[in-house]
Structure formats: structure tokens, C-alpha cells
């Protein structure tokens, strides 16, 4: 598995972490605190991801109007870079355990049904935004490479080092789209250009961005993804 | 002979259903509190951040393990106790009734004029924590729960009345206690803990 590894800068929100920690060390009960929430957080994750999973369904989560997008609201989060990607010279690359891997361009993925949908892009921080999204479902792509039948998770490889992994149910999801445009227009580089990932069925760390590899597997890796290795959770459902 | 500082007793259910209730709601706003930091409701990345003395988890992450920890024992602890009163006629002999009503507008006994005043705040705080679990069920589940977070109209709407629950909730806890050493003093509120 080559997925690659984050480099350590320290980003603005990790930063905002670590002084929080530190702070609160001040305190009595601080680093208990902190302690404690990561136990809490082993106990009830599987409770947590069953309901997650138990409420999931295949049918398409009802969308907004076009006139309710809202084009401000769409905070650009980064973990680390945002990097500037020639669309021409991209390749997105599908693998893992399947019988056909492809390397498709822009131009190959454009050729592919598009999809439309105006749905509402939800933040782990409390935010959200209605944004349109436009792009090809993730679950003909899957069907494209043939994945053996063990295949159970998804892996997003991004250009930026960030990385992320999915169930796969949520990845075969009708509105679980690889996009390239965003409120009609062309996906931005802030936004994630050439490619995305975007979905109404996860939080927003969970779609990543500047995808340049989709790997299908049959179990999950120690690593699971940026956030979720920090200790953030994996299901991350809505 | 009546005895004139007879203690009250409380059901044994409901003692134990005030006290779960004041532990998970300890639990959901200072977790809540953390998870409200990352984002603020009023102001966005520019609002005013809560103190950390009142947070629970350290960070985001930790903020929300705790929430969708202790969601489980709010939620379910309401349940059963919602359950409880139905079955034992609680909700009738209990809650507030059209006699306290009465009793507010015509009483010129003050201890009944108080104790109607208490019955009211107390059976009022019960659709307040149902609100608290229906605009949280809202925002954790948004796409599944759909038609539930559409009736609040805006994201901004459920953010905002969910958060409400916070100071609704403190405000209930001083009155609640203050009516309640109105009514029965220290005595009462002893009896509701032990």
C-alpha cells in the first residue's frame, strides 16, 4: 500500500490543538480531560458507528433548490497546502484489489454521465453551506475497474498528502460524486480542483480533496485517515 | 397530629432520574460548549469563544466524544422516565394542572401561589430537553433525518435553538432551585437527592 504519508508541518488548526492542550494543562484536571475524551471516544465510537450505519440507505438524501445554494458560506479548510494541479497532465488513478485499474484523464472522466446535485456540505467544526456539486458517481467509477468481491473500503489519496478512507456502502452512494464543478462553475484549486470528492451522507473532512488516487481494499489500514489518526472519527456519517 | 417538619420523600425513580438528568446535562453543555467553540454559533471563525473552564474534552474531537457519549444516557434516561410517568400516573398527580393554573391567577395563599409557580417551571423544562434531543437528532443526522432538519428552516435556525438549550437550561436550574427552597426549603430539595 502506498499511501502517502502527511508531512509534519504544523498546520493552523494543529497548532490551535496543541496550544489548547497546553492550556489546559494549566488546569487541574486538563490533561485528564483530554485523556479521558480519547477513552470515551474508543468506547461509543462502535455504538456510534452501528447507528451511523444502521441509518444509511442507498436512496438519494432529498436536495435544495438551486435558489437556496449558498455561494458564501462554503469555508475553504486545508490541513496543510493548497496544491496547484495541471489539469491536462492529471491522471486519477483507480486501484487496490481490483481486476481493472485505470488511469483515466480529465478529458476520459468529462465522458463519464454527470451528475448534478445541490445538497448541504456539512462541517465537523458546526458549519454548513448548500453547495451544487457536478461530477461523476463514484460508484461508476468503481464499476469501471471491476473490484474482486472482498473489496470493502475506500482509500482517497490526495496530492496534498492528505488521505482518507471510506465504508464502502457510503462510497457507492448515488450522491457520493468524484466533482469537477462546483455552483456551476469549474472546481476552483481552493475547492479541490481538478477532482473531489463530495457526498450529503459525511461530514466534510471526510471529502477530500485534489484526489489523485482511489484505492479499493479489502481491510483498513492503521491508517485511516488524517483526521481520524489525530483522533477524530472514522464513520463520520451524517 | 400533623407533623409540622415532616421530611418529604421522593420515589426512588424519580430520584434517580434527577440525578442522571443533572449529570448527562452536565456532560451535553460542557461538551457542547467545546464542540460550539470550533465554530461559533454567533460570529462564526470571528465569534466569541467560551471560556475553557466550562469545556469538556480538551479539543473538537474530544468535545464530541463526550457529546455522542452522553447523548446516550440523556436521551435514553428521559426515555424511560417519560415511560415511567405515563404508566404510574405521575404525568396527572405530578405535573402542572388546571388547579395550579387556577391557583395562580386566584390563590391568596402564597405557599400555594409558590408551589403552582413550581410546578409549572418544572413541567415547562420537559419540552425544552426534547427540544434539546430533536435539534440535536437534527444536526448529527442531517441527511437521514431530513425532513426533521427541515422544519427548523435554516441551518443557522437549528445551530441557534439547539444552543439555546444551554442558557434555558442554567436559567431553569436557578429557578427550579429557588422555588423549590420557597416551597418545601432545604428539606425538599435534600429530598431529591437522597
Known sequence: MSLILPQRHLSRRQLLKLSGISSLGLLLNGCESTLFSETVGHLFEPLNQSLGQLLLSQQPVPEFPVSAIEPDKLIINTFDFTPNIDPVQFRLKIDGEVNHPLELSMADIRKLPLTSMVIRHICVEGWAAIVQWGGVRLRDLVALVKPKPNVRYVYFVSADGYYESWDLASALHPQTLMAYAKNGHPLTADNGAPIRVASPIKLGYKQSKWVTQIKLVSKLLPNQGYWEDQGYEWFGGL | ?194
Not at chain 2, 168 to 186: M, N, P, Q, R
Open chain 2, 1 to 194: 397530629m400533623p407533623k409540622v417538619k415532616s421530611t418529604p420523600r421522593q420515589a426512588f425513580l424519580a430520584k434517580t432520574f434527577h440525578w442522571l438528568n443533572i449529570i448527562s446535562v452536565t456532560l451535553m453543555i460542557t461538551s457542547g460548549l467545546e464542540i460550539y467553540n470550533a465554530n461559533p454559533v454567533f460570529g462564526g471563525r470571528n465569534g466569541w469563544d467560551i471560556p475553557p473552564l466550562l469545556l469538556l474534552g480538551g479539543w473538537l474531537a474530544g468535545g464530541r466524544h463526550w457529546h455522542f457519549a452522553a447523548m446516550w444516557l440523556f436521551a435514553l434516561n428521559l426515555l424511560w422516565y417519560g415511560i415511567y410517568i405515563l404508566v404510574t400516573s405521575r404525568w396527572r398527580h405530578r405535573f402542572m394542572s388546571k388547579r395550579d393554573l387556577k391557583a395562580l391567577s386566584l390563590s391568596t395563599n402564597p405557599q400555594r401561589y409558590n408551589y403552582a409557580w413550581h410546578r409549572l417551571v418544572y413541567t415547562a423544562i420537559i419540552p425544552v430537553l426534547l427540544m434539546a434531543i430533536l435539534s440535536g437528532l437534527a444536526m448529527y443526522k442531517p441527511a437521514q433525518f431530513h425532513w426533521l432538519s427541515s422544519l427548523f428552516g435554516s441551518w443557522q435556525v437549528l445551530r441557534t435553538v439547539h444552543f439555546l438549550s444551554v442558557p434555558t437550561l442554567i436559567l431553569f436550574t436557578i429557578i427550579h432551585y429557588s422555588l423549590a427552597l420557597k416551597v418545601g426549603s432545604f428539606r425538599l430539595i435534600k429530598s431529591m437527592f437522597f
